[in-house]
Structures are given as C-alpha cells and as structure tokens.
C-alpha cells in the first residue's frame, strides 16, 4: 500500500513540476517584455 | 589557530586555483563539441549510447523542453532507485549481509535525497542498504544527479552567451558529455588514488575480527534491567567503497558508504586523502567559473564571480577556524584545560566530535568546504562544533548554495544572484539593467526572486511546523533549547540547499522527516531549477547590445564587491533571526555557563 502512495505522490510532484514550467512561461505574457 | 593550520588552509586554496583554470577550459571544449584528447576513446561510446537511446543529438531544446526532459530523467531514476532499495531483499546479487527491504517512507526518502544531489541519509547504510543498492540504486546517481546540475548550468550560460535563440543545447547530449567526460575520467583517477591510500573496493562480507583488548558494556536487557556483557569481537563493515567514494566528492553528492562518512578510515585514510577529498568537491564548481568566462567571451567575469566564492570561503573558513580553536568553556578541571588549550601532544581547541588525524584545521576546513559546495560530505561532527563554528555550515548552506555551490548548481544559483546585483546596479544608477549586453527586465527578476524565495519558504515553513509539533517533531531530538532548535534548522536547510549533511542529532528516520526532508529536497532541486531554466530561455531570445559607457562592468572588483553584498543581504539575513533563535543564543548562553542537554 505504501508503494503504491510513494509512486503516485512521486508521479504527482513531477506533474505538478511539468505544470510549473508551464506556468512559469505564461507569466512571459504578463511580464512587460519588449 | 596555529601557523601550520593556516599554512594548511592556504595550501588548498592554492591547488584550487591551480586547478580551476586547466578545468575549466576543458569542461567549456567538452560542453561546446570540440575536439578533446579522449574522443578516440568516448566518442565511439556516445554515438553508440545515441544510437540505442533514438537522441538526435544535433537537435535543439527549448527551455521547456529541456526542463521537461530533465524532469522525466529525474523521475525515472527516483523510481528506479525506490525499486532496488524496496526489491534488495529479493534480489541474489551482491548482498552478502541478507539485508531486508528498505522500509518504505526511508526508501522514498533516500531515492529522492539521491535523485535531487542530496544524499541526505536517515539510515546507517553498513546496515541498511547491500551492495547492489549502493552501487546501482545510489552511486549512479552520484553521477546522474551531478552531470544534470552540470548540464543546468551549462544550458544557463548558452542563455546569456547566444544571441536571439530560441534553444539551449539539448539536455541528453549535455548529460551524456558531461557523465562521459568529465565525472567518469577523473573518478578513475581519483578512485584508484584513494585506494592507493587504503581505501577498499571489494564485494566480501563483513570481516569479524578479535578485540586486542575486549570490553565491558552495561545495557539495558530485554527486562529492562541493566545487563553487563563482554564484547570480545568486531564487524568490520567492506564493500565497493573507493569507486563511490570518488563520485561522492567529485559529484557533491556527499552520501557516505558508510555512517561515519567522510571521519571513516576506509572512506578517508589518510592527511593525503583528506586533501584530495576536498580538493575533488570544489574542482567543477571551481572550473565552472572559468568556463563561464570562457562560454560568454569575457573571462574576467568567470574570475569576478570565483573571487566573489573565495571571499565568501574564506569568511567561512576563518570563522569556523577561529571558533574551534577555542576551548569549550564549560570544561572546568586540569586535565581537560590542559588538552583542549594547546599543549605539544594537543591541536587544542575544541576537539570533540573531530578526528585527530585530522585536527582542528582540517575539520574546519573540511566543513567549511562541503557546505559552501552541496557536497554533504563531513571528517567530523558538525553537531559537535562550538555555537559559532557550527554556525558557519549552516549560514553556507543558508547562502543558496553559491559559494562554488553543488556542482552546475552552485553556478546557476549564483548567476541568478548576478542578475539580482546586476538589476539593483541598474537601480542605483537609473538605467535598464544588462548583464553582458543583455537588457534584464521584469520577466527575468520576477522569476529570479521567485528561486530566490522558495528557498527560506521551505526551511523555515517546515521548521516551523516541527518545532511546535512535540509528538513528530521535537520528540526527535537529542539536545533541547537553541541547540535543538538548530537541529531541525539544519536539517531542513540541508535538504533544501541540496547539501545532505547532518548537524546530527536528530532522529530524522521517523515517517514525519522522512517524508517532509524529502519533500523539502524536490522542492530545493525542481521548483528552484524551473524559474532558473526560464531565465536563461528568456535570455537567450534577446539581442547581444553593443557596451557603452552606461554598461555596467561585471569583470572588476566592484562587481564583485556588489554580489558580494547582495548575496549576504539575500542568503544572510533572511535566515538572521532563525540564527538568532539557534547558534547565536546558544553562543550567548554557552557563554553564561548554560549549556542544554
């Protein structure tokens, strides 16, 4: 059972990590760039 | 303080610049494609890893690609380790002692310490992990968790060095080159030199051997009652040690193979090893100043910021020296004035928790060293330092890991504090910020602080939450008062900072650390690397402006003088009143006579 809630919450940060490189570059749109 | 200690400290720093520049250079030939004298013999094993792997290697990644690539490695290899160390028990290979399967909150704990260059340890790994673990599920990582940092590193100064691109290089070629080349080579060179010196490398069982001199010991027996029994033999823990022992310095992992690290005679024999130890964890984040330099055009920038990392060691170094040259002022009596004081047979100074092969100096030295880098490593006890000395470590880490820093990720956390100094220079003077012809504007310095702030927002939140948490938190500790408090401090700022090492302790192999030291290092590795890799993607779209005389050097020593200060003001003082509450007020205390069991 431990297993399983390790893989998912290990699965879990990197998603979350993949979504906040995305957030991470739609915050360009709102930065005032040239 | 002696002369000899100082001559000692120098002495290092000297193999140091000798060697960062050689370094250097070759990492900047090996990252850019050129021609290096090993290619007859690595460039048939690259093209053959590529191969088989489907890498195009001529293809170009943009900052999220290479992000995302990093991330699917990373996530991979964590689970990767969380199977062997669960599996180990099952698995007929190379593990002499039957050791059981790794529980599993300490399982996901290590894979996550490992993945992220931590090396964090909440277990005794002569007793928990079999030689299978080590090498497969914890040395390679050694090696994978390093040539990413470098890897990050690198796609960060092709962010500042290219003009109007969209890409940074591709993630599995620079993590290829800079396993193959640079990690491998030297710890070859390096493994066969510490074995030189008496490290092993072997894959026997434990030796038992009989005590010259058997000994006494009282404890408590299963009734509770104290049982006297004489102990006439000894486990002598073996294994593959020299080959991870290299990778561990080199890499700034700092994971040791066995409990006692770095303070093991098999891990470190000898004066000779000691040096090379220490010299292995500042050799590539040294070197990598040289190849910024190098890489973007201006190599007085590369040794700008190495001199602003030797200031900041040498403040480090200095303190923690002075400290643990004193005498531990609650040791009343003759006997214990006299050894701690300085006498011919004596180093003096406050020896508990070091080894006397490697004294005051070295010990310093030693811990001065493996914190500024997130190396994690240690030759004595940190937990045993006097207030201020222990201090040092910690307030290194606290400063984000850029003092030569992990390897690669000392580099980039500290270009991201360059881009801070350079944006406040921009302030003081009323002009657009640039760094090397690259005008840094909101986007760059609102992600910059976001890396800047996610790391106090880790350690203190969770430090926070155990110190006022007396059934998972405190009841972990071994001393009580500022101490304790400095305890759970450390641990969290190691994890974060990536470093690894332990001011000890404290009981962090419980389900609440575990879990929360592990989430603290995914946090400091991942969401610090992301707003770090945008930066260097926005930078590198942008034009390469001609210099002017509005453009502010970042080659002399005002520039240097500068970071400096914003790294103190950003590392330093965000942590001073969690300083306060722990080394500074035990400091005061220890001065008052109070000491805290």
Same mark, same amino acid.
């Given at each position: 059972?431990?297993?399983?809630?390790?893989?998912?919450?290990?699965?879990?940060?990197?998603?979350?990590?993949?979504?906040?490189?995305?957030?991470?570059?739609?915050?360009?749109?709102?930065?005032?760039?040239? | 303080?002696?002369?000899?200690?100082?001559? %000692?400290?120098?002495?290092?720093?000297? !193999?140091? $610049? $000798?060697? @960062?520049?050689?370094?250097?250079?070759?990492?900047?030939?090996?990252?850019?494609?050129?021609?290096?004298?090993?290619?007859?013999?690595?460039?048939?094993?690259?093209?053959?890893?590529?191969?088989?792997?489907?890498?195009?290697?001529?293809? #170009?990644?943009?900052?999220?690609?290479?992000?995302?690539?990093?991330?699917?490695?990373?996530? @991979?290899?964590?689970?990767?380790?969380?199977?062997?160390e669960?599996?180990q028990?099952?698995?007929?290979?190379?593990n002499?002692q039957?050791l059981a399967?790794v529980e599993?909150?300490l399982a996901?704990n290590t &894979?996550?310490s490992f993945?992220?260059?931590t090396n964090w340890q909440s277990y005794v790994p002569e007793q928990t992990m079999s030689y299978?673990t080590q090498m /497969?599920g914890l040395a390679?990582?050694n090696?994978?968790? @390093?040539?990413?940092?470098?890897?990050?590193?690198?796609?960060?100064?092709?962010?500042?060095?290219?003009?109007?691109?969209?890409?940074?290089?591709?993630?599995?070629?620079?993590?290829?080159?800079?396993?193959?080349?640079? *990690?491998?080579?030297?710890?070859?060179?390096?493994?066969? /030199?510490?074995?030189?010196?008496?490290a092993i490398? =072997?894959?026997?069982?434990y030796d038992?051997?009989?005590?010259? #001199?058997?000994?006494?010991?009282?404890?408590?027996?299963?009734?509770?009652?104290?049982?006297?029994?004489?102990?006439?033999?000894q486990t002598i823990a073996q294994g593959p040690l020299a080959?991870q022992e290299?990778?561990k310095e080199?890499?700034?992992n700092g994971g040791g193979f066995f409990n006692a690290n770095s303070a093991h005679p098999f891990e470190n024999p000898?004066?000779?090893?000691?040096? $090379?130890e +220490?010299?292995?964890?500042? !050799?590539?984040?040294?070197?990598?100043?040289?190849?910024?330099?190098?890489?973007?055009?201006?190599?007085?920038?590369?040794?700008?910021?190495? &001199?602003?990392?030797?200031?900041?060691?040498?403040?480090?170094?200095?303190?923690?020296?002075?400290?643990?040259? %004193?005498?531990?002022?609650?040791?009343?009596?003759?006997?214990?004035?006299?050894?701690?004081?300085?006498?011919?047979?004596?180093?003096?100074? =406050?020896?508990e928790g070091k080894e006397?092969r490697f004294?005051?100096? =070295?010990s310093?030295?030693f811990a001065?060293?493996t914190?500024? &880098?997130?190396c994690g490593a240690v030759n004595s006890m940190h937990d045993s330092?006097?207030?201020?000395?222990?201090?040092?470590?910690?307030?290194?880490? +606290?400063?984000?890991?850029?003092?030569?820093?992990?390897?690669?990720?000392?580099?980039?956390?500290?270009?991201?504090?360059?881009?801070?100094?350079?944006?406040?220079?921009?302030?003081?003077?009323?002009?657009?910020?640039?760094?090397?012809?690259?005008?840094?504007?909101?986007? #760059?310095? %609102?992600?910059?602080?976001?890396?800047?702030?996610?790391?106090?927002?880790?350690?203190?939140?969770?430090? &926070?939450?155990?110190?006022?948490?007396?059934?998972?938190?405190?009841?972990s500790?071994s001393?009580?008062?500022?101490?304790?408090?400095?305890q759970?401090?450390y641990a969290?700022?190691s994890s974060?900072?990536?470093n690894g090492s332990a001011f000890a302790g404290l009981n962090a192999n419980t389900?609440?650390y575990n879990?929360?030291l592990?989430?603290?290092? *995914?946090?400091?590795?991942?969401?610090?690397?992301?707003?770090?890799?945008?930066?260097?993607?926005?930078?590198?779209?942008?034009?390469?402006?001609?210099?002017?005389?509005?453009?502010?050097?970042?080659?002399?020593?005002?520039?240097?003088?500068?970071?400096?200060?914003?790294?103190?003001?950003?590392?330093?003082?965000?942590?001073?009143?969690? !300083?306060?509450?722990?080394?500074?007020? #035990?400091?005061?205390?220890?001065?008052?006579?109070?000491?805290?069991?």
């Amino acid at each position: 059972m431990s297993d399983i809630v390790f893989l998912a919450a290990s699965f879990a940060f990197f998603f979350v990590a993949v979504l906040y490189v995305y957030g991470c570059q739609s915050l360009k749109g709102g930065g005032g760039n040239a | 303080m002696t002369a000899n200690g100082w001559l %000692q400290i120098a002495f290092f720093f000297a !193999l140091l $610049l $000798l060697a @960062a520049k050689p370094m250097g250079l070759y990492m900047a030939r090996v990252y850019e494609r050129k021609k290096t004298w090993l290619d007859p013999v690595l460039g048939p094993i690259e093209r053959l890893l590529y191969r088989v792997t489907g890498v195009d290697a001529d293809s #170009e990644m943009k900052w999220t690609e290479y992000g995302a690539a990093m991330l699917i490695f990373s996530c @991979a290899t964590l689970l990767l380790t969380y199977a062997i160390e669960r599996l180990q028990h099952a698995i007929p290979l190379w593990n002499p002692q039957h050791l059981a399967a790794v529980e599993p909150y300490l399982a996901w704990n290590t &894979a996550a310490s490992f993945t992220t260059n931590t090396n964090w340890q909440s277990y005794v790994p002569e007793q928990t992990m079999s030689y299978l673990t080590q090498m /497969a599920g914890l040395a390679t990582h050694n090696f994978w968790s @390093a040539a990413t940092g470098m890897a990050l590193a690198i796609a960060f100064i092709r962010g500042i060095s290219q003009r109007e691109s969209k890409t940074l290089g591709n993630f599995w070629v620079d993590l290829t080159r800079g396993t193959l080349w640079v *990690l491998l080579p030297i710890c070859i060179v390096s493994a066969l /030199a510490l074995v030189s010196q008496g490290a092993i490398q =072997n894959l026997k069982p434990y030796d038992t051997v009989t005590l010259v #001199e058997p000994q006494t010991v009282t404890a408590p027996g299963a009734d509770g009652k104290p049982v006297t029994t004489t102990v006439t033999t000894q486990t002598i823990a073996q294994g593959p040690l020299a080959s991870q022992e290299a990778i561990k310095e080199l890499g700034t992992n700092g994971g040791g193979f066995f409990n006692a690290n770095s303070a093991h005679p098999f891990e470190n024999p000898t004066p000779f090893s000691n040096l $090379l130890e +220490m010299l292995l964890i500042f !050799l590539i984040p040294a070197g990598l100043c040289i190849t910024l330099g190098r890489m973007v055009g201006s190599p007085g920038h590369g040794w700008a910021v190495f &001199a602003a990392m030797s200031v900041l060691w040498f403040a480090g170094v200095a303190t923690c020296y002075w400290a643990e040259s %004193q005498p531990n002022p609650l040791l009343h009596g003759v006997n214990q004035r006299v050894a701690m004081s300085g006498a011919a047979q004596s180093s003096g100074g =406050n020896m508990e928790g070091k080894e006397v092969r490697f004294g005051v100096a =070295n010990s310093a030295l030693f811990a001065t060293v493996t914190t500024d &880098a997130s190396c994690g490593a240690v030759n004595s006890m940190h937990d045993s330092f006097m207030p201020l000395g222990g201090m040092v470590p910690l307030a290194n880490i +606290m400063m984000g890991e850029i003092i030569f820093g992990g390897v690669g990720s000392g580099m980039y956390g500290m270009l991201i504090l360059v881009i801070v100094t350079v944006f406040i220079a921009g302030l003081m003077v009323g002009r657009t910020p640039e760094y090397l012809g690259k005008k840094v504007q909101a986007y #760059e310095v %609102q992600l910059s602080m976001l890396y800047v702030l996610i790391f106090p927002l880790v350690i203190l939140g969770f430090t &926070a939450v155990s110190v006022l948490a007396p059934s998972f938190g405190t009841s972990s500790l071994s001393n009580h008062g500022p101490h304790g408090f400095t305890q759970i401090l450390y641990a969290y700022t190691s994890s974060a900072g990536n470093n690894g090492s332990a001011f000890a302790g404290l009981n962090a192999n419980t389900h609440w650390y575990n879990a929360t030291l592990g989430i603290t290092m *995914l946090v400091g590795r991942f969401l610090m690397m992301i707003p770090m890799l945008a930066v260097a993607g926005s930078l590198a779209t942008k034009k390469i402006a001609p210099e002017s005389l509005g453009t502010f050097p970042v080659n002399n020593t005002l520039f240097t003088v500068l970071l400096v200060g914003v790294i103190l003001i950003v590392g330093a003082l965000t942590f001073f009143p969690a !300083l306060s509450l722990g080394p500074i007020l #035990e400091h005061l205390l220890l001065r008052s006579g109070i000491s805290f069991a």
